[in-house]
C-alpha cells in the first residue's frame, strides 16, 4: 500500500529559529537539515513545494537538471512506491493532480494564511482546500484529519502560528505586538490607499528589542507546535510518511530587515527540513 503523505509548511520559520527550540518531536522523524526555499514569499514558494521542488541543499559542481532528477526520486520513498518517473509527473507539473491522478490519493489542503485561500490558482487537483477559521491553530487541523483504508491520502498543511505576528492560538489578540500595515495586509491594504497613493505610515520600524522579542516568540511558536506534532503523531496510521518544512525564512533587524519577501538575505532562503516515518 502506498504511503499516506503530510507536507507540513512552518510559515516564515527560519532554520535558526527552529533549531533553538529544540524540537523532540519532530526530531524524530530523521536529521533536520538546513536547506533553501525557492522563494522569499508565502505564495510563489508554496507554487514550488506543490510541483515537488522542496527546498534545496545548495550543491556545488551539479546541473540543476541532475540534482532535480535526483531529488525528485526522494518522492518514491515519500510515497512508498519504487518507480515514479518524471515523465508521469508532465506536462502539468503539479503533485496534488499527479497524487490524485496518477496514483488514485485523496488530495486534501488546509491553510492558514489568505493568501493561499481556496480561489487562488494553488487551488487545483484538491478534493477538499479549506482556509482555516484561525491564522494560528495546528491543532485544529490535527483534529480534522482522516485516513480511511480504502485510498492513500495527501494532505498539505500550512500552519500560521511561525507566521507574525508569532501568536500561540489561546493567546488574546489584544497581546499581539502590532504594527500598521503589517497586520492584515490583504484584507486592509485599500484602505492605505488615498487617491492612488499610499497613506505615509508614521510608525517607527522596529527597533533592536523589539526584533528580539519577536525572534523569542517564533521560537516559542515552534516549541508549542512540536506538542501539536506529538498529537499528529499519535493519530496517523503507520504508512504515514510526513515532511516539516516552512515556505521562507524571516528576518529579525539583520541588516536592517524585517520579515520576509522583497529581502535579499541569506536569511529569508534558509528554511528547516526534515521528514520520515514515525515508526
Ligand atoms: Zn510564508
Given at each position: 500500500m502506498a504511503n499516506n503523505y503530510i507536507l507540513v509548511v512552518f510559515d516564515s520559520c527560519r532554520y535558526d529559529s527552529f533549531l533553538r527550540a529544540r524540537p523532540k518531536v519532530m526530531r524524530k522523524l530523521g536529521k533536520v537539515q538546513r536547506r533553501f526555499s525557492y522563494a522569499s514569499w508565502t505564495s510563489p514558494s508554496h507554487y514550488n513545494l506543490l510541483i515537488g521542488l522542496m527546498p534545496h541543499l545548495s550543491p556545488k559542481h551539479v546541473y540543476a537538471s541532475e540534482y532535480y532528477k535526483k531529488e525528485f526520486l526522494h518522492f518514491n520513498e515519500r510515497l512508498g512506491?519504487?518507480?515514479i518517473e518524471f515523465r508521469s509527473l508532465v506536462p502539468r507539473l503539479y503533485l496534488p493532480l499527479f497524487l490524485?491522478?496518477?496514483l488514485g490519493y485523496r488530495t486534501h489542503a488546509m491553510v492558514s494564511l489568505p493568501v493561499l485561500n481556496p480561489k487562488t490558482i494553488l487551488n487545483e487537483g484538491f478534493d477538499t482546500y479549506k482556509l482555516m477559521d484561525?491564522?494560528?491553530d495546528m491543532r485544529a487541523m490535527v483534529r480534522q484529519l482522516k485516513f480511511p483504508a480504502d485510498r492513500p491520502s495527501f494532505y498539505l498543511l500550512n500552519v500560521g502560528e511561525t507566521h507574525y505576528p508569532y501568536a500561540l492560538?489561546?493567546?488574546p489578540e489584544e497581546e499581539w505586538p502590532r504594527i500598521s500595515g503589517v497586520h492584515g495586509?490583504?484584507?486592509h491594504l485599500d484602505e492605505h490607499v488615498v487617491g492612488g497613493k499610499?497613506?505615509?505610515s508614521k510608525e517607527k520600524f522596529f527597533d533592536?528589542?523589539?526584533m528580539e522579542t519577536l525572534r523569542r516568540r517564533q521560537i516559542r511558536a515552534v516549541s508549542h507546535l512540536d506538542r501539536v506534532v506529538e498529537e499528529l503523531f499519535d493519530i496517523v496510521p503507520k504508512n504515514t510518511y510526513i515532511t516539516i518544512t516552512s515556505d521562507h525564512g524571516e528576518l529579525f533587524g539583520?541588516?536592517?530587515?524585517?520579515?520576509?519577501g522583497p529581502i535579499q538575505h541569506p536569511k529569508v532562503w534558509e528554511v528547516p527540513f526534515v521528514e520520515g516515518k514515525i515508526r
Open positions: 512506491q519504487q518507480n490524485r491522478e496518477t484561525k491564522h494560528n492560538p489561546d493567546e495586509v490583504f484584507k499610499l497613506k505615509k533592536d528589542q523589539k539583520e541588516e536592517g530587515y524585517f520579515g520576509h
